[in-house]
């Protein structure tokens, strides 16, 4: 082991872990709009727009997340180029945003139909509905599988390093590259993304408290 290629090569893996964690937290970000969107559109009565919405959803969740990177990188359209990092947030996004729909529409219809039916009764438009019954409810029951789809899109975005974003993965190849030391590069690399991962893991055990999930 040799620990100074390690100290060496620490701020570079650092400076690649953050773009990592920003590229992550924005995919998760606009993947959670985006999902929420798509779950309206699902739940809504419109026909087109649940047709949109599933198909959505259907075709997303069957592509692999190299194959959306490299059709958004190199293949966009109007001669557009968009920059790595931008294309490597697009490409999580997007991705996000199917599983992400599926998560929030399955607490959603966890709410009992009862309460929607009650509030409806006492006359609460479908705005009201949303935002004060079903909402809060299903946030009780998406939490785990939400948080969950967060930690693997955290480990996804190592697959921006294909499309040359400097993240922590792409840092450590060329770390190694150049060293040819993989197993120090490597294993420091293992270590940060662990560290990412568990903070995530944290969050969601500090939000499963809060709201007495059990």
Known sequence: MDFLIIKQGIPLLLHGALISLEISLLAILF????????????LSHSNVLKGVSVTYVWAIRGLPVLILLFLIYYTTPFGIRLSSFVAGVLGLTINAAAFKAEIIRSGMLAVPKGQ???AEAIGMNPLR????????????IIIPPYISNCIA???ESAMVSVITVPDLMMNAQSLY???YKPLETLGVAAVLYL???SVI????????KKLQIK
């Open 31 to 42: 993947g959670t709009i985006l999902g929420f969107l798509l779950t309206l559109m699902r």
């Open 116 to 118: 929607i039916e009650a």
């Open 129 to 140: 509905v949303m935002f004060h019954v079903r909402i809060p409810q299903a946030v009780r």
């Open 153 to 155: 899109i955290l480990k």
């Open 177 to 179: 590259s150049s060293t």
């Open 195 to 197: 560290v990412m991962t």
């Open 201 to 208: 893991m944290l969050i969601q055990i500090f939000a499963e």
